[in-house]
């Protein structure tokens, strides 16, 4: 087990890399030619300008101030605090606001943590010298003699951790209860001040039944017609396109070359550029590269026209699944909440995620489908817990050298090097267990998507739960148990059986050591990581190099990112877990905690601000699943203290702690039935003011015209030649003085074609038009995921 040395070199090792990332990043996000890299938000929002365009020489790449190197160093932590919480809101979203509450609200339960447990738990344990009895019987360190392990069993001392132990759960408890009550405030404000939207309005219906001699547009607009007669308004359904996606993403590439072969005509006139017709270029005659492209394109154009009327003369093309919009919110909130047939399985209507959440190729799965898919990705995940299982247990072999050198004596000559022995115990183990989660969250994003949720931030909480159960199971359960059998091993196999149970009570304290040297890596010098952001640097710049032609190209290759809701919550979750659990088990823990939630507050508030672009805007959607498993967290602590206890022959205090769960249990249910429906449902009383309010402050709006085109996909918004006329509505010939929007609607049906073909991401004004931005990235040919067109019925 790491000694009180090992820690003191991890902490070194670490340190050292987390000064070392910020030096680097004081160096390079000053450089004119990262500017993308380091502040690709302000370029997004219009707010920042390229630092390269009034600058010559080699000034347009290098910057020569030295002073603002010293400057840079720091001056981004100031920098991040200046902006208040109401301006992040409005620049970054309401949902990185709240994501940046879990900190301070990690901050306010862990100062006063820390600071009772170090005064008041520590000198109760050091005090009293039980593993120094014990010596010849368990493996312990300086450190462990600061834990619960080196109280004397059936001590009165047990009080002290008992008193702590409510102390700290009420205390908790407090600070979760009033952040609760702040952000449901918080989300409820932020509704409430929207304006109009086109998600307010629009329901998403799946599982349409087929019904003998009627095609699926017709049911629909029919079953809403007679179901909703005063509020329904019109409906959009979804058509299967897979070559016609194809075909437009062939069509954006060729465009791309054009651009750029123009551009390269227009710098150098005197010379047409040219190049060869085989494949990649590479063999065959050589022709004007802008002829060249340039029929290709009219080629596909008239491929996309006819594959584009094709497309609605298939009467299988069309899927069991549409968007219903509403002439009110009132209208749209009844239908989103209520159930819409007798039979459960069919008509199945919940509220249409905002455009640029929704994930385009789960739309039209089935309602079996997606039983049988959730079974499936359920008995995938609970068998990808135990596969890493194997990792796992790799990673505390190589904590616990002590016990492994009893079993196996033959590595004791490697082992015992100081320096090895240091960096084997105090900094591998960490690192490594890093390694092995560095894929994990896109396994369980691929797994979410499997399971058909329809938008990104529902994918993405799915994300994030099944890596919180992950991380509960294999990094901190799985550490303890595989590490208390690793350091003890030699005691297992020669002691009485009636012993095991004391030498695991006495031993799971000491398993902080491990999470010590695991919260360095990941939660200091992995969080200074973050802010370097040395990936999507090295990316930017080899796109730059081999990639872009155009400046259309550039603004692809800044990938600015985002929060990373899958990974982060999780991670944070299991911070609050090591928190709570080793507040009175192992105090000494609670600094390393602490520390890492003052470091990565700053850290992710500047890369909010700067960097990350919001994909979507759930108004805190998650915070519900945080508070459950801090609450999981508390729970867990709870009954590690009481198993702990019983092993202690602490017959006295033990009893009292089963209080604990109860209150618990008992306040997550009240914070669940107080705060929860806000997160789940849209109030109709709210519904019904906001309709009354826009209906005398605006009483000819035509909501038509509005709505007609508001989940229109990205990729119509790329390319206007193709819409043909059909693929959206003119909204200069909509009359702007048309009959009340509750009156039923037989226009003819204009048609949308949409590729689903993959998850953009988006630019969106969400306060001042209801049209959409979209940046769309092109798939591979060969990409055989299904892309899917919509008809717009209005």
Known sequence: MASLEDIAVSAFINILSAIGFLLAFAVLRVQPINSRVYYPKLYINGSRGSPRGSMNGVLRFVNFNIWSYVVSFLSWMPEALKMSQTEVIQHAGLDSAIYLRIYILGLKVFV??????????????????????????????????????????????????????????????????????????????????????????????????????????????????????????????????????????????????????????????????TRKIGFLGLYGHRVDSIDYYRRRINALDRRIASEHQKIFKDPKAILPVAFVTFGSRWGAAVCAQTQQSKNPTLWLTEWAPEPRDVYWKNLAIPFVSLSIRRLIITIAVFSLVFFYMIPITFVQSLANLEGLEKVAPFLRPVIELTLIKSFLQGFLPGLALKIFLYILPTILMIMSKVEGYLSLSALERRAASKYYYFMLVNVFLGSIIA?????????????????????????????????????????????????????????????????????????????????????????????FLLGLVYAVVTPILLPFVLVFFIFAFLVYRHQIINVYNQEYESAGAFWPHVHSRIIASLLISQLLLLGLLSTKKAAHSTPLLIILPVLTVWFHKYCKSRFEPAFRKYPLEEAMEKDTME????????????????????????????????????????????????????????????????????????????????????????????????????
């Not at 079953?223 to 959009?236: A, E, G, T, V």
Request: aromatic share 12%; net charge negative; glycine share 4%.
């Open 112 to 273: 006063p943590l820390t600071i009772a447990a170090l005064l008041v738990i520590i000198p109760v344990n050091v005090s009293s010298e039980t593993l120094h009895d014990l010596k010849k019987d368990v493996l312990f360190s300086d450190i462990d003699k600061l834990s619960i392990s080196n109280v004397k069993p059936g001590s009165e001392r047990f009080w002290v951790h008992l008193s702590m132990a409510y102390i700290f759960t009420l205390w908790t408890s407090y600070m979760l209860y009033t952040e609760y009550d702040n952000v449901a405030f918080m989300r409820l404000h932020f509704l409430a001040s929207q304006h109009r939207r086109v998600e307010q309005f629009t329901v998403v219906v799946r599982n349409v039944p087929q019904i003998s001699g009627h095609s699926i547009a017709e049911s629909v607009d029919h079953f809403f017609r007679k179901n909703h007669p005063d509020h329904y308004l019109s409906h959009q359904a979804v058509y299967n396109a897979n070559k016609f996606a194809k075909l437009v993403r062939q069509k954006g590439r060729l465009q791309n070359w054009l651009d750029y072969y123009q551009l390269k005509f227009e710098r150098n006139p005197d010379k047409r550029p």
């Open 483 to 575: 590490g208390t059998a690793f350091e003890q091993l030699y005691y297992f196999l020669h002691q009485s059986p009636t012993q095991i149970p004391r030498t695991i009570g006495v031993s799971i304290p000491m398993k902080a050591t491990f999470f010590m040297t695991y919260i360095m890596v990941d939660g200091w010098a992995g969080v200074a990581g973050e802010i370097l952001r040395l990936k999507p640097l090295v990316i930017y710049h080899l796109k730059n190099m081999f990639l872009v032609k155009t400046d259309r190209d550039r603004d692809k290759a800044m990938d600015p990112g985002s929060i990373g809701l899958p990974e982060n919550l999780p991670t944070l979750q299991l911070y």
């Open 695 to 794: 209906k005398a402050s605006e009483p000819n709006l035509n909501l038509k015209a509005y709505l007609a085109d508001a989940y229109l996909h990205p990729i119509f918004q790329m390319f206007e030649d193709v819409e043909m006329g059909e693929a959206r509505v003119d909204k200069s010939q909509t009359d702007l003085n048309s009959p009340q929007i509750t009156e039923p609607i037989s226009a003819p049906s204009p048609h949308h074609a949409y590729d689903f073909a993959s998850s953009p991401r988006y630019q969106y004004d969400h306060d001042s038009s209801p049209h959409y931005q979209y940046e769309h990235d092109d798939d591979d040919d060969d990409d055989l995921s299904p892309h899917y067109v919509y008809h717009h019925d209005i």
